[in-house]
């Protein structure tokens, strides 16, 4: 991989001032990568830039140690961050903004959330029940301080008992299973990034890195692999639209051809799919921490009261919402029944 990649993925002309590159890639969210290859080509940085730069790198590298302490103490997987920084050139730094976590159910969720509070005196930031008539699954999102906690965001990890949450107004399926190939299963965590936003230049790199990572190993079988756990996984317009995007920055050769083509065929089918509504959908409630009152037991427990739902979880009591809309009212409300659910 070349030191100007992230000026490629950029779009920079080639011959643009650094002071140029450097507002773009603040804009699009890759400044401290694109630092990173500049100080890789022995350019000067000023001071205030390199600290930063620093700062950043101690960053990721508290996340990636996060992800491994509470896997080790509770059994989590991790997902993206350290599984695909540890591809990139040495002298590439990938930016992390938390630790992503997946738990096999809803006990070890709990342990792994309780594990984050305790240990990293982190609070709840929202608490997501993603509801079928057969499953149930928890998308939780901790945080605490950074380093600079006034000038950077907040240190995080997200603990879920489902790897790919999907998007219920698209249509597309909520979905647990990780693919036994990591390669693999970190290329759909990257095309996962969709439902959330259009792809960025940090999803191209990750996706740049993953198809250098598979192109070593590809043959026609691994090809295959990649196309039929991608349909059967439902994400084929996805991680074809990453293929894409990706691709006409960067050419990323001939093995990928055949793939984007399979994906191509199975996804106006997808599409169709999901504007059938073939598959039951979740309903989605967005959970609003009230208190911090620990809950006992490893699981939550649901109410009904006033109107409103609530869950009683170990880390606190929430408001479960099915909009992201809440009135002042029904807000104190909601204090006084967690209140009254706090009591022995």
Known sequence: MDYDI???????????????????????KVLASWLSTVVARDIPI????????????????TLH?????????TGVTVIKGERIARHMPPWLLRHSGDADLIADDEQMLWRAVTDVRDTYDAIPQSVGVLRTTTEQHF???????????????????????????????AGAPT???????EDIRELHTVAEERFQRKFSVKDLLDFLVLSRRLDQRLDQTLAQQIVAETVELRRTPELLNLIAKTRSWVDLGAHWDGIEQALASAASAEKARRAERAEELPTVYYGYPLDST????????????????????PIGTCLLLSGEELTLAELERAHQVAASLARP
């Open 6 to 28: 992230i000026e490629h993925l950029l779009g920079s002309p080639p011959d643009a001032p650094l002071w140029q590159v450097a507002a773009t890639a603040n804009r699009k």
């Open 46 to 61: 000023s001071a205030g830039a390199r600290e930063y730069l620093e700062r950043v790198r101690r960053r990721v590298a």
């Open 65 to 73: 140690e996060v992800g491994a302490q509470v896997r080790d103490r």
């Open 139 to 169: 998308v939780i999102s901790m945080k605490w301080p950074a380093e600079e906690p006034l000038l950077d965001k907040p240190l995080g990890a997200d603990i879920a008992t489902c790897a790919f949450c999907g998007d219920v107004p």
């Open 175 to 181: 979905r647990t299973t990780l693919s036994h190939d």
């Open 294 to 313: 620990r809950h006992p037991g490893v699981v939550a427990e649901f109410h009904r009261i006033d109107d409103l739902d609530f869950a009683t979880t």
